[in-house]
């Protein structure tokens, strides 16, 4: 049953629109996670109660993710200025099984409909934990890893210029 419920949740959070058949994975990555380099505000979206009995808790987690992207000038706390992008990270455990959710948000203007919806991109990992807490600690910083080669593979060029639109260095 547990299998079922953890499948289900992958399963409902990684599903995405489709693009044209034209549309190759790399377009795809940029349209998700290129955002000229800025600066990105961080919190936890979800956390069970499962998650926060074995020791997660919603301020640690936040200030972990943040420190993380603030080591490479992407983390800013100036909510109004960074509102058009944000990374969220959620953690469900059920029995020895857990979820975590990395979710990048932003808005990208569609001129054609005079409109701004949200893009997510997620990055997920589901599995069990044998070790508890530690291990899923673990994956939690190896899914923010990747998460963050994927955007500074997309925004190269926007990281690196002079300029670029980062407050805070790298």
């Known amino acids: 049953m547990i299998h079922a419920i953890a499948l289900a949740l992958a399963l409902a959070a990684s599903a995405q629109a489709q693009p044209r058949a034209d549309f190759g994975k790399e ?9 000229d380099c800025l600066p990105m505000t961080a919190f936890v979206a979800t956390i069970n109660q499962q998650a926060e009995d074995l020791g997660f808790d919603r301020a640690s987690l936040e200030a972990s993710i943040q420190r993380r992207l603030a080591k490479d000038g992407l983390y800013s706390n100036d909510v109004e200025r ?5 990374l969220g990270l959620s953690v469900y455990l059920l029995g020895d099984f857990y979820l975590i959710t990395i979710n990048y948000v932003k808005v990208v203007a569609d001129l054609y409909n005079n409109f701004a919806p949200n893009i997510v991109s997620t990055g997920i990992k589901a599995d069990r934990h044998r070790r508890g ?3 899923v600690r673990e994956n939690i910083s190896e899914a923010l890893e990747e998460f963050i080669a994927s955007y500074r593979q997309v925004n190269a060029t926007a990281c690196a210029s ?9």
């Open 162 to 170: 002079p300029g670029s639109h980062q407050d805070t260095p790298r």
């Open 82 to 86: 960074n509102r058009r992008a944000s």
């Open 27 to 35: 377009d795809q990555q940029r349209l998700q996670l290129f955002n």
């Open 133 to 135: 807490e530690a291990e």
